[in-house]
């Protein structure tokens, strides 16, 4: 597998748990928070703008990975691997 491979799939990897992390705060939330649920079936508008702004986020997260530190992290290690994998 090379290096360009393996950033590949470090990117998956990592838009994948950032995923799931959202997905598992949003079930805390309606787990434990009595009063979003209630708003969330009383005021369909609230409903849509935070679901508008999740689901903004995730795109965010998605389209500008180089502003996220993590998504640089990676790409910093997958370029040294890269170089490393290069220079043997």
Same mark, same amino acid.
Not at 9 to 36: C, N, P, R
Not at 58 to 78: C, E, G
């Given at each position: 597998?090379?290096?360009s ?8 990897f990592?838009?994948? &748990?950032?995923?799931?992390? #959202? ?24 409903? &849509?703008i ?5 689901? &903004? ?5 998605? @389209?500008?990975?180089?502003?996220? #530190?993590?998504?640089?992290?990676? @790409?910093?290690?997958a &370029?040294?691997?890269?170089l ?5």
């Amino acid at each position: 597998m090379g290096a360009s491979e393996e950033a590949l799939g470090q990117e998956v990897f990592m838009k994948v &748990a950032t995923v799931i992390l #959202h997905l598992v705060y949003l079930g805390v939330l309606l787990i434990f928070d009595k009063g979003f649920v209630d708003k969330f079936s009383t005021d369909p508008w609230y409903t &849509a703008i935070y679901l508008l702004l999740f689901v &903004a986020t995730l795109a965010w997260y998605f @389209r500008s990975p180089d502003l996220i #530190h993590a998504w640089m992290l990676f @790409r910093a290690v997958a &370029a040294v691997n890269f170089l490393g994998a290069s220079a043997l």
